[in-house]
């Protein structure tokens, strides 16, 4: 099993706060609801992480409902994990987390995308115009 960030619950609840809106401003629908529930225990509690094993069905639910409309994988097919990299420069996985990625839950999955977005060295998350300017820059001084 793995753990459920905090920061993944605020974006299913605001996921959820646009698509199901309260009636009244005031009563929480569903979905909304239900993960309201886990994240107020867990600042309660003051952690940032739960294990999907004591998260209840219908907030797992709805939290799938939310990972699903996410994107699958970071992946910018420039994978340098095929190239003998022990983490891809493209999208900031380990060349594990690349051969498992099919098999891996949406909450392993997230965790992954957590840790790679929090390194923040991945290419995926520099502007790769950028990238290709300073190459072409390094090339030329040669």
Same mark, same amino acid.
């Given at each position: 099993?793995?753990?459920?960030?905090?920061?993944?619950?605020?974006?299913? #609840?605001?996921?959820?706060?646009?698509?199901?809106?309260?009636?009244? +401003? #005031?009563?929480?629908?569903?979905?909304? !609801?239900?993960?309201?529930? #886990? *994240?107020?225990?867990?600042? *309660?509690?003051?952690?940032?992480?739960?294990? @999907?094993?004591?998260?209840?069905?219908?907030?797992?639910?709805?939290? %799938?409902?939310?990972?699903?409309?996410?994107?699958?994988?970071?992946?910018?097919?420039?994978?340098?994990?095929? =190239? +003998?990299?022990?983490?891809?420069?493209?999208?900031?996985?380990?060349? @594990?987390?690349? =051969?498992?990625?099919? =098999?891996?839950?949406?909450?392993? &999955? !997230?965790?992954?995308? %957590?840790?790679?977005?929090?390194?923040?060295?991945?290419? !995926?998350?520099? &502007? *790769?115009?950028?990238?290709?300017?300073?190459?072409?820059?390094?090339?030329?001084? =040669?």
């Amino acid at each position: 099993m793995a753990d459920i960030h905090i920061s993944d619950l605020e974006l299913a #609840i605001n996921y959820w706060r646009q698509h199901e809106p309260s009636v009244d +401003g #005031i009563s929480l629908p569903g979905h909304t !609801r239900v993960l309201a529930e #886990i *994240y107020a225990h867990m600042v *309660y509690s003051r952690v940032t992480r739960v294990d @999907e094993k004591y998260v209840p069905e219908a907030a797992l639910s709805a939290w %799938r409902l939310w990972y699903a409309t996410t994107p699958d994988t970071p992946c910018i097919a420039i994978c340098s994990t095929s =190239q +003998g990299d022990a983490v891809c420069k493209g999208c900031g996985r380990t060349f @594990e987390e690349v =051969q498992l990625w099919p =098999q891996m839950t949406p909450v392993e &999955k !997230r965790a992954a995308w %957590r840790r790679i977005t929090d390194e923040g060295t991945a290419w !995926r998350f520099n &502007k *790769y115009a950028e990238r290709a300017v300073e190459g072409f820059d390094a090339l030329s001084n =040669q």
